[in-house]
């Protein structure tokens, strides 16, 4: 059977890797690349190009565990065991877990700006701010589980009430901010969206670096009320809370 190439390297069949063992292990190591092996259709194993005993070890842990988990379908109770059990970050969205890669030093600066301009406007308020990593429970309308993910940035007005035993969030946010990146942004702008919405989020802000734009959404009886563009030059204005603004430009600059 013809390998097959494929974006976590090259995939093979069990059967062509015991016929050409040799020549696969050799492509590894001159392709630098992974060769994923295949049993009646499902991946079972892959090689690895070995780096040196430390590195290797790191990468070997996390594509094993990114292979275990990434874009399996599980129940709610599922993705609980396998969260408590692994050191990894990683949401749970309409029944699928995704993995959660280290932010980039553009997306901590944005979001140390951020954080900073909603401390000051909360300071005093009953409301507070909080940041990445906080997982939070969106139960969304008309759906039997929830999807439990880790938004950027968020606003809790209903802290009190809402603590469980162990210590763990269990309200909805009003407001909650994504910065996007290349690989979350279809996540953050179709599937996030939704859950915010249907959950009962009042707002969702999502930074755009790329554009460097900002968009606000506003929602109301768990549809989008309302939403703006704000690029450089704008302030970024919420919605529902009166003087709670951005300049645009000063979150982008110099990044």
């Known amino acids: 059977m013809k390998p097959v190439d494929y ?14 063992l040799g020549k696969y292990l050799d492509y590894a190591e001159q392709q630098q690349t992974d060769v994923v092996i295949t049993k009646n259709g499902k991946k079972i194993c892959r090689l690895t190009p070995y780096i040196t005993d430390i590195e290797q070890y790191f990468m070997v842990r996390e594509r094993a565990l ?6 399996k379908k599980v129940s709610y109770e599922e993705f609980m065991e396998i969260y408590e059990k692994s050191d990894l970050r990683m949401e749970f969205i309409n029944g699928e877990i995704y993995l959660l ?32 990593p906080f997982d939070v429970h969106f139960r969304k ?19 009190e009430g ?40 009042k707002e969702y802000w999502v930074i755009d670096p790329a554009c460097k734009q900002v968009i606000i959404y506003a929602f109301k009886n768990h549809e989008i009320e309302m939403y703006k563009f704000f690029k450089t030059g704008d302030a970024a204005q919420s919605f529902i809370y009166d003087g709670l603004m951005l300049d645009v430009s000063n979150l982008f600059a110099n990044i």
């Open 66 to 71: 990114d292979y275990q988990y990434g874009g």
């Open 101 to 132: 890669s280290s932010p980039t030093i553009k997306h901590q600066e944005i979001l140390a700006r951020l954080y900073l301009a909603f401390s000051e406007y909360f300071k005093g308020n009953k409301c507070k701010v909080y940041f990445a």
């Open 162 to 201: 809402n603590i469980n035993e162990k210590g763990k969030y269990m309200g909805t946010p009003t407001l909650v901010v994504e910065i996007l990146s290349d690989s979350t942004r279809s996540k953050d702008m179709v599937d996030k969206l939704n859950t915010y919405m249907l959950s009962g989020v």
């Open 141 to 159: 309308k008309d759906f039997k589980e929830p999807d439990v993910m880790q938004p950027d940035l968020l606003v809790i007005c209903d802290m």
């Open 7 to 20: 974006k976590e390297g090259v995939v093979i069949t069990a059967t062509e890797l015991k016929k050409n």
